[in-house]
């Protein structure tokens, strides 16, 4: 940050006594204030409202996996009156998306309640953070601000023929073979890492590709240098500065799989591979920088923006996780296990993916990350069809059985990620029976939550170089006290869960506070972080292997369900 601006920055956060974070998930918007003392002084949340249109070539579909389509149909869910829509939209068999303009009023109604909330005005805010889901994009015409097309979300499958054939052609076969070659002569890791590259389609790479190939309009701009491209931080920060402000911050930008951590700049190798234009790319600034002010007009006041991450980074750096080593498990939406490599750049070996956790001055902090798309997401599909009233209810119901009878669930809405790796699997319940209650079937989809931690447990274990030290959970899923406690079983560990839960809020605010010395270094941040409870294992992991076993088999059968047409 210059330092004049930094001096106004600090001064401003002087005289006013409150940071905002809001945290954009994939189900919940979320928006909360906070004091000196890191506490929530006030709040507001939208959750998002499911809204399916499926196009009419989409029928032919009705056959396939009963699972997936149940999941499908039940996105016709009427909006609370009282709720801002923000609409999930799902146009075709596998595609997901979310409407631009929905999402910015959202964003804009949830601060300004926060606030009122708070029983604050707007000139008594010091600064805000800004937290995102990753992956999610849009592209948009650089002359008129007008998007080309909805925000296509990182669940999103459109792309997964795509990835396959990357995956299984020559090309890629040759870049491990010279790549293993480079690094028998160089000792780099920089080629290790490209002599096991494998794409997904959480990955922004292979989504962007599809829509230059397909959307014949991007295309045009990108060739006549009239395409601006950015995931949701990129996109909120254009219209907050009303087009004046045009970034990303690394971490971000080292989420979208084009992004070079080892160059610290977008990659034209894999950019050319993709035939994506160079053009079409934001500057990348630090994590916590004075990326400007919110436009007057919106809130009556300019707020200065000196924070935007990754929401899992943000959730890292809430949880407090700032030595190497540390580990951070967010349930939310989807799984996402973080270990802090501190300043050593991970080279995966069984899938865990390299980031940038986040970049303050000349400190830059890296993250080896292994993920699962499906999680909340499961609980709340459940519910959507009745088999619960609330949430709260799950954990005694699991434990109202013994077992779930054989019952196994493979959480697979969106794929399969590490270590498996197929985004055609399909999402199942195996081994059902007569007997089979609502209480076998809650409990079979919690196991598979927890049987999903235990995979990329395992996965970090045997891929990191870092000895593991603290193991700090959040995320809604967390207040789980079943999964909880059967992933401390497992995995074998104790895990900690903090008394706030929403921690890419708080991170996005950490970073934020820190930029303007609201407060003064992660010390002090340390000090503001409080424990609720901590898991520890009570049962041998032994005792799971049948359960497992059986599991692991019903993961298999579900692989390679749909074929490379179906999406």
């Not at 920089?190 to 599809?210: D, E, G, K, P």
């Not at 270590?419 to 199942?428: K, Q």
Request: glycine letters at 6%; hydrophobic letters at 40%; aromatic letters at 10%.
């Amino acid at each position: 940050m210059p330092r004049c601006k930094e001096g106004l920055a600090r001064a401003a956060a002087a005289s006013s006594s409150f940071v905002v974070g809001v945290d954009v998930g994939s189900t919940t918007l979320r928006c909360h204030v906070y004091d000196k003392k890191a506490a929530v002084r006030g709040f507001s949340s939208k959750k998002e409202i499911n809204m399916s249109s499926p196009a009419h070539g989409d029928l032919d579909h009705s056959q396939k996996c009963i699972s997936l389509d149940v999941v499908f149909r039940s996105h016709h869910v009427t909006a609370n009156r009282n709720a801002i829509k923000v609409e999930t939209l799902y146009p075709h068999l596998g595609w997901v998306e979310l409407d631009p303009e929905v999402l910015w009023t959202q964003f804009m109604d949830v601060i300004k309640e926060a606030v009122q909330a708070a029983g604050l005005q707007m000139n008594q805010i010091a600064g805000l953070g800004i937290s995102t889901q990753r992956g999610t994009f849009i592209t948009w015409n650089k002359k008129t601000g007008k998007p080309f097309h909805n925000f296509i979300s990182w669940q999103d499958l459109r792309a997964a023929d795509l990835v396959n054939s990357w995956n299984r052609g020559l090309i890629l076969k040759v870049i491990h073979v010279i790549s293993t070659m480079l690094h028998f002569l160089t000792r780099s890791d920089q080629y290790v890492i490209a002599s096991s590259l494998t794409f997904t389609t959480h990955h922004v790479s292979l989504r962007l590709s599809w829509v230059l190939q397909n959307i014949t309009e991007v295309q045009q701009a990108a060739n006549e240098n009239n395409c601006c491209f950015g995931t949701i931080d990129t996109w909120l920060l254009y219209k907050l500065t009303k087009g004046s402000v045009y970034a990303t911050d690394y971490s971000n930008a080292s989420s979208t799989g084009v992004f070079d951590p080892f160059q610290m700049c977008w990659s034209s190798f894999l950019s050319k591979l993709f035939s994506i234009p160079m053009s079409i790319y934001p500057p990348v600034e630090d994590t916590n920088h004075s990326f400007g002010s919110v436009d007057a007009e919106i809130f009556g006041v300019p707020i200065p923006i000196v924070a935007l991450v990754a929401d899992q980074q943000a959730a890292m750096f809430g949880e407090c996780c700032f030595h190497a080593g540390d580990v951070k498990l967010t349930m939310g939406t989807g799984i996402f296990w973080d270990v802090n490599t501190g300043n050593h750049l991970h080279t995966p070996s069984a899938g865990l993916y390299p980031l940038i956790g986040w970049k303050i001055g000349k400190e830059v902090v890296f993250l080896a990350e292994g993920d699962a798309s499906d999680a909340g997401s499961t609980i709340k599909w459940a519910k959507e069809l009745d088999l619960f009233t609330s949430v709260d209810e799950t954990a005694r119901m699991s434990r109202s059985v013994v077992d779930s009878e054989g019952v196994c669930f493979v959480p697979s809405f969106s794929g399969l990620q590490v270590p498996v790796n197929d985004p055609c699997a399909c999402a199942s319940f195996m081994g059902l029976k007569p007997s089979t209650t609502r209480n076998h079937l809650i409990r079979a989809m919690l196991e598979s939550i927890a049987f999903r931690n235990k995979q990329l447990y395992d996965t970090i274990v045997k891929e990191v170089r870092v000895p593991l030290t603290n193991i700090r959970a959040d995320g809604g899923v967390s207040n789980n006290s079943f999964v909880m406690q059967m992933t401390s079983d497992l995995i074998n560990k104790k895990i900690d869960k903090p008394v706030n839960t929403d921690m890419s809020c708080l991170g996005a605010a950490f970073l934020a506070g820190l930029a303007l010395g609201f407060w003064t270094d992660k010390e002090q941040l340390k000090k503001l972080r409080r424990t609720e409870i901590v898991f520890e294992p009570q049962r041998d992991s032994g005792e799971y292997k049948l359960a497992m076993d059986n599991w692991t088999k019903a993961v298999q059968r579900s692989l390679n369900w749909y074929n490379q047409t179906s999406y």
